[in-house]
């Protein structure tokens, strides 16, 4: 559990600091020598009671081999509502060039309309409150600013057709956001690819996933389970994580057939609505 007063950010950055120094068979002392930084300062920045600083960071990513990934996951979302799990992946999404996400049943969260996201979160056990709930909205949204810019991060979105057909808030909402995805395709902004039911088993099945490309550092994954999710950013993973990718896109609908099947099904939820 979180400690009360500790932004989720830092603690999934001390979590992640903690399970790298383990894997690395590094006791905190080890780690502090080896680094030039106190045991104490470590111990406080593993239990997200203290903000690293740059360059903590750089020495952490030095000593513990781990090619920048503390430095571009400098706590900068102290204030945002994210899950603790996602921390790392919404620091990572923002410096990427490129995103190629595949999303299994909901519409990705940089893709959400607000009326969309109200729906998702309505669905959250145990409920929020009011004001817990437009934070998390907020958050999202904001995450979603990337993409007014119009040529970067390049973004890819692989679709199962059941993130067309769940009627997230009902059909109204459904054809809203249908619609602005296929706005967003049509103008070029980002590219989308559906995964018709037709085409059975396929190789992304296990869930939603999300591949980071950057300008600087090598590429990285995330992946997505029930109330968990985990960066992977070990070369040879990431690699068969883009191969599971393109073997998906293989078969799935082209960019002008998958936005001619979004504005089909948007249809069918306005004429219901």
Known sequence: MLGEGIPESRA???????QRREAAGLTQEALSQRAIMSRTHIAHIEAGRRKPSLEDARRLDQ????GGLFERFLPTLDDRSL????????????RA???????????PGLLQTEAYARAVIRSYFPPRTGEACDKIVVTRLERARMLNDPTTPVMWDLLDEAVLRRPIGG????????????????????????????IGVHPLMEGPAMLMSFDDTPPVAYAEGLQTGHVIDDPSAVQQCHVHYELALSDALSHPDSLALL???AEEYERVA
């Open 12 to 18: 999934a950055y001390g979590t992640e600091l903690r």
């Open 63 to 66: 000593v513990l081999e781990t």
């Open 83 to 94: 899950a603790n799990f996602f921390a790392l992946a919404a620091e990572l999404e923002q």
């Open 97 to 107: 060039t490129m995103i190629r996400e595949y999303a299994s049943s909901l519409v």
């Open 171 to 198: 059909p109204a909402v459904m054809a809203e956001q249908l619609r602005y995805i296929a706005d967003l395709g049509e103008s070029e902004r980002i590219r989308v690819h559906v995964l018709p039911f037709s």
């Open 263 to 265: 504005r089909a099904v």
